[in-house]
């Protein structure tokens, strides 16, 4: 156990629609990243949030957005939700270097 | 369970025997590398890390080899359990790219009893 949550396991939803994922780092952990996991891509880094600031941008799409609280958690999210975006969607997070990752969110789109 | 990717490269060794899993990075200016391990339906899990400066790791049966002159990175498993099957990723960041990592295609481990 990393010490890393994620809710929900699984989100089945269809196309057009919109969802939210959410993430709890680790204790003391001021950094959050996600990723997405695809077959065909592989895992893709998205988006780093530090302490509540946007740290780093990766490929993430203009209909994805995510944000991180004062408490720390964040949510990560997709909107307009299309079949491509079905995948695994993991957070990670950070204390310095090394990253820590949850055990995911499977979206399935219809 | 889930699967991570159908069509990784496999490597398929005997339980007692050593493992080498090698994975070409990408940015000669990457200066910080990690092994993950990720068995089916779960995230990726930290093995190992090694940084620029170094050029071999060790960790509990783990060993981490890095060549910067072919930017090539290697994990060695020692005496491969049932367990050590999963697929193993590398990944490479980039300090002042606000420690992004980027993953490489992963390999598949099978163990054989």
């Known amino acids: 156990d990393s010490g890393v949550t994620q809710t929900p396991k699984h989100l089945i939803t269809a196309t057009g629609q919109r969802v939210t994922l959410r993430c709890s780092p680790r204790?003391?952990?001021?950094?959050v990243y996600w990723y997405q996991q695809s077959l065909d891509q592989g895992l893709q880094f998205l988006i780093q949030?530090?302490?509540?600031?946007?740290?780093a941008k990766g490929n993430i799409l203009e209909r994805f957005s995510a944000q991180q609280f004062p408490d720390l958690h964040s949510e990560l999210n997709l909107s307009s939700l299309e079949l491509g975006d079905s995948a695994l969607y993991f957070c990670?997070?950070?204390?310095?270097?090394?990253?820590?990752f949850g055990p995911g969110t499977r979206l399935t789109v219809l | 369970g889930e699967s991570v990717g159908l069509h990784l490269p496999t490597l398929s060794v005997q339980e007692g025997d050593n493992s080498i899993i090698n994975c070409a990075y990408s940015?000669?200016?990457?200066?910080?590398f990690i092994w993950y391990k990720q068995e089916s339906g779960k995230g990726p899990q930290f093995i190992i890390d090694?940084?620029?400066?170094?050029d071999k790791r060790q960790g509990q049966r783990v060993t981490v080899l890095l060549n910067k002159t072919v930017k090539h990175l290697s994990l060695q498993i020692a005496a491969t359990q049932p367990g050590d099957s999963a697929v193993y990723f590398c990944?490479?960041?980039?300090?002042?790219?606000?420690?992004?990592?980027?993953f490489g295609g992963g390999t598949r481990l099978m163990v054989k009893p």
């Open positions: 990670a997070s950070s204390p310095s270097d090394e990253q820590f």
């Open positions: 204790s003391g952990d001021l950094s």
């Open positions: 949030y530090y302490n509540g600031e946007e740290r």
């Open positions: 940015n000669s200016a990457s200066d910080y």
């Open positions: 090694i940084r620029s400066n170094m």
């Open positions: 990944a490479e960041n980039i300090n002042n790219a606000g420690n992004m990592l980027t």
